[in-house]
């Protein structure tokens, strides 16, 4: 591609961050939700729902190491991203924040915050800055079946009874907000757009993650929320209004503590 | 929507005919393709189809095609 970008030393240091920054969010969110998901791998109604599942939790996983790797570029160190910050420094997607307490939370999950980050990806699927954009394809391959899951998942649980269609909409109106403010304020990577980094500025991604999931949605029988968008607040570092970051405990699981402790019980010096 | 349950065809290669790896039981053909493609997953293939076992028609067994057992969903199920 013309104008390929390799290295980070070759773009402003405005770019640089901006990039950084989103790259973050992006890493930390697939990691947050993929350990979010785990928590159903034996919990979802039918077994081939929990290989799904198993596999979708997986490739989140992935795709997170593969984005964390990625911020040495910038700086950063993966490993101390990866294992050693506390949760007010996560920058996920505010819509994770809770654990996925019923099926149809997780599906809501799957159907549309997923697919809100798989929108944001897809802006990044021409970026200049080639080792993102060789990153990318890969991902996006793998979030096909991840959307086709969830789209099902919600179209199942809208035709059901009627408490999981109720379960599943308020799930949705409980979500729908946090996940459109995530895309920040209409000009939101207007830079990053016009130097060729991103293909579309916050109110763009918005646009059309809305014009993607409102026929899910509708498809399914259920109601698209409607929300009034207030960015008083908002940090564009982390894309979110609150610094609470996510559940502690999904936390400690991401962060692996407990192999941890036990790598640290057997790795004694043998005497 | 009633579960029912659909057989998965796959080839590794493009020259490979289309072999019969096993089932997956789903609502609809849109989760069954993402429940084939995530159960069958130990191959990069090439190909992957699946289609209602009810499309099948028997031909020289008075058994369904496949002569599918139902049991545990997602495990390989040809007798």
Do not use: C
Not at chain 1, 31 to 49: C, F, K, M, S, T
Not at chain 1, 122 to 134: D, F, I, S, V, W
Request: glycine residues 6%; hydrophobic residues 40%.
């Amino acid at each position: 591609m013309t104008n390929d970008v390799r290295s980070t030393a070759d773009f402003s240091s405005e770019s640089q961050r901006a990039l950084h920054d989103l790259i973050l969010s992006l890493a930390d969110s697939k990691r947050i939700i993929g350990i979010l998901y785990a928590d159903w791998v034996l919990g979802a109604p039918e077994l081939e729902a929990n290989i799904a599942t198993s596999s979708i939790s997986q490739d989140e996983w992935g795709h997170s190491r593969l984005l964390y790797a990625l911020l040495k570029d910038f700086g950063e160190d993966p490993e101390k991203l990866e294992h050693e910050r506390e949760p007010s420094e996560y920058r996920n997607i505010e819509a994770l924040d809770q654990r996925l307490a019923t099926w149809p939370q997780f599906v809501v999950a799957n159907a549309i915050i997923d697919s809100a980050l798989t929108v944001q990806l897809e802006a990044l699927a021409g970026t200049r800055y080639a080792p993102l954009r060789q990153r990318v394809q890969k991902q996006l391959e793998e979030e096909r079946f991840h959307e086709a899951h969830g789209a099902a998942w919600l179209r199942r649980l809208g035709n059901s009874s009627n408490a999981a269609r109720s379960a599943t909409q308020e799930a949705l109106d409980a979500r729908w907000s946090e996940v459109l403010h995530w895309f920040g304020p209409d000009d939101f990577g207007a830079a990053e757009k016009s130097d060729g980094l991103s293909d579309g500025t916050g109110g763009e991604l918005r646009a059309r993650f809305v014009e993607r999931m409102t026929p899910v949605i509708q498809g399914a029988g259920l109601e698209v929320p409607s929300a009034e968008l207030d960015f008083s607040g908002w940090d564009p570092a982390s894309r979110r209004s609150n610094r609470t970051g996510p559940d502690p405990e999904a936390v400690a699981r991401a962060r692996g503590d407990r192999n941890r402790a036990f790598f640290v019980e057997t790795a004694e010096p043998e005497k | 929507m009633a579960d029912q349950i659909y057989v998965v065809l796959v080839r590794k290669n493009r020259e490979d005919p289309l072999r019969h790896i096993g089932s997956v039981h789903a609502s609809d053909p849109e989760l069954a393709k993402v429940y084939a493609w995530k159960t069958y997953d130990e191959e990069r293939w090439f190909e992957m189809a699946v289609a209602p076992r009810d499309a099948f028609y028997p031909v020289n067994r008075e058994e369904a095609p496949f002569d599918i057992v139902r049991r545990s969903a997602g495990s390989p199920e040809v007798a």
